[in-house]
């Protein structure tokens, strides 16, 4: 090849190489955005958004197909408990958060993810809330992914009719392991009806601000 052949070349790699950077800076860019505007809810007067009596929410259509995510990280849909079957039924992969089964007297929270990142931590996912069997939540009004802004920590059972749960709050600049703050938001498991709700009653900063 000549010398020119050498540099023509050379430019169209740099060129290729430029398209890609910023083709991952954007996904990026929107990623994070989506991320954000997904986490909007803990910034503004928490309104309850499950309804009485509502079905559990199907899973988004994502573009890896569930037999290849679940081989690729080795994962199995749990489905001992009605709430698990239920959840993988509706085409999430049923998962323990933090591998901890939270049930307490007749509630139980169950994990339902619809992807996962090269880590295989959870992507699209949410909580999902049941009493005496029946569903009666999410914890989160939008899906969410684990290390952006608006994912959820550690959920505690405090009493048979309320719960919390932490979310954490990125900033410009937060490394991925570390968001600048965390949130709890405190629920209760409204029986009135007949058929359980889960309603928001409080949030507050626990950490940074």
């Known amino acids: 090849m000549e010398n020119g052949q050498f540099k023509h070349a050379g430019w169209k790699t740099r060129q290729i190489v430029a398209a890609a950077f910023g083709l991952a800076t954007?996904?990026?860019?929107?990623?994070?955005?989506?991320?954000?505007?997904?986490?909007?809810?803990?910034?503004?007067?928490?309104?309850?958004?499950n309804k009485p009596g509502a079905a559990l929410p199907q899973a988004p259509v994502v573009t890896e197909r569930r037999e290849t995510l679940e081989k690729r990280c080795q994962l199995t849909s749990r489905r001992s408990t009605g709430a698990e079957r239920a959840v993988d039924a509706a085409g999430w992969i049923a998962f323990l958060n933090y591998?901890?089964?939270?049930?307490?007297?007749?509630?139980?929270?169950?994990?339902?993810?619809?992807?996962?990142?090269?880590?295989?931590?959870?992507?699209?996912?949410?909580?999902?809330?049941?009493?005496?069997?029946r569903f009666a939540g999410v914890l989160s009004p939008a899906v969410m992914t684990s290390r952006l802004d608006g994912s959820s920590g550690a959920v505690r059972m405090l009493s048979p009719d309320r719960l919390s749960a932490e979310f954490a709050r990125y900033k410009e600049g937060d490394a991925l392991c570390c968001p600048s703050s965390r949130v709890s938001v405190r629920y209760r498991i409204d029986r009135a009806s007949g058929r359980p709700v889960v309603e928001p009653i409080e949030i507050r900063t626990t950490r940074g601000g």
């Open 99 to 133: 591998d901890q089964p939270l049930v307490r007297e007749d509630m139980e929270i169950v994990g339902g993810m619809s992807a996962a990142d090269g880590m295989c931590r959870p992507e699209g996912y949410n909580l999902f809330v049941f009493v005496g069997g």
């Open 26 to 49: 954007l996904l990026i860019v929107r990623t994070t955005a989506q991320a954000k505007d997904g986490a909007n809810w803990l910034d503004r007067p928490l309104v309850g958004w």
